[in-house]
């Protein structure tokens, strides 16, 4: 096998991991807006949930390239299988490991999301709370595995984004309106599901009466 490895691999690597923290910061900020029903005249509801969508996009994509730069950089031994499979990795085991469960998390979140409205919004909303559980995760995977992540502005971000969405997830419980409870917006680019058509009594005329025929002048 070829030993492909640069330290710009590495930089991307490190790189890419900041990113994607900060943006899955903003996306789960972004998504408590949206379960608590924020957006008026200035900004609508549907806006905050579709730059919640799209940022969680973007996220997941730099989220690929932190994995791809990874797996191809042969100066770590983590390969593709060890980005999904927690404890696979002989690098790092159980830091990355941690990484992966955030993957595995975030992959059912999106896929879900996906099929939302193909599944029932009780189940979706059941695999939305894993994305708490990937934050969380994904977090400690930066600050275990990561080479910024330990000291000065790197580890202040960190601390950051733990704190914000610590905040973030308190005033989601406290702040939620009663209005709210149950339901979160769908997007407005998703068509919302056709209602069944009633069934028509057996007795019911297939073809509506003619009118009677006019005997009157033509
Ligand atoms: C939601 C998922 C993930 C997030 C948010 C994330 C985020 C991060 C962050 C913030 C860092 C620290 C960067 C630094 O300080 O240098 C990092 C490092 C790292 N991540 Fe991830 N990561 C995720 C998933 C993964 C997965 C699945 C893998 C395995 C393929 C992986 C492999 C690595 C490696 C090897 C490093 C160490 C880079 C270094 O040596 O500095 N990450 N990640």
Redesign the pocket.
């Known amino acids: 096998m070829i030993a492909l490895t640069t330290p710009y691999l590495?930089f991307a690597?490190?790189a890419t991991?900041?990113v994607?923290?900060l943006l899955?910061t903003a996306v789960v900020a972004l998504g408590t807006l949206v379960a608590n029903r924020v957006g008026g005249t200035f900004i609508g509801r549907f806006e905050v949930n579709e730059v919640h969508r799209s940022l969680s996009m973007v996220a997941m994509f730099f989220?690929a390239i932190?994995?791809v730069t990874?797996?191809l950089d042969s100066f770590?031994s983590?390969g593709l299988i060890?980005?999904f499979i927690p404890m696979t990795s002989t690098?790092?085991r159980v830091p990355?490991a941690l990484?992966?469960v955030?993957?595995d998390l975030?992959l059912a979140v999106w896929i879900s999301s996906l099929l939302k409205l193909r599944i029932k919004n009780q189940s979706w909303r059941f695999i939305h709370w894993f994305s708490w559980l990937?934050f969380a995760t994904?977090l400690v995977?930066?600050y275990l595995?990561?080479?910024?992540?330990h000291k000065g502005i790197?580890m202040l971000l960190v601390a950051g984004c733990a704190g914000f969405v610590a905040l973030a997830g308190i005033w989601r419980f406290l702040g939620r309106p009663t209005r709210a409870a149950g339901r979160t917006a769908l997007s407005p680019l998703a068509s919302p599901p056709v209602p069944p058509r009633p069934r028509l009594p057996e007795s019911f005329p297939k073809t509506p009466p003619r009118p009677p025929a006019s005997r009157g002048r033509r």
């Open positions: 590495w690597t490190r991991g900041i994607v923290m899955f989220l932190h994995i990874t797996v770590v983590t060890s980005a690098y790092k990355v990484g992966a955030a993957f975030l990937a994904s995977h930066g595995t990561g080479t910024d992540a790197g």
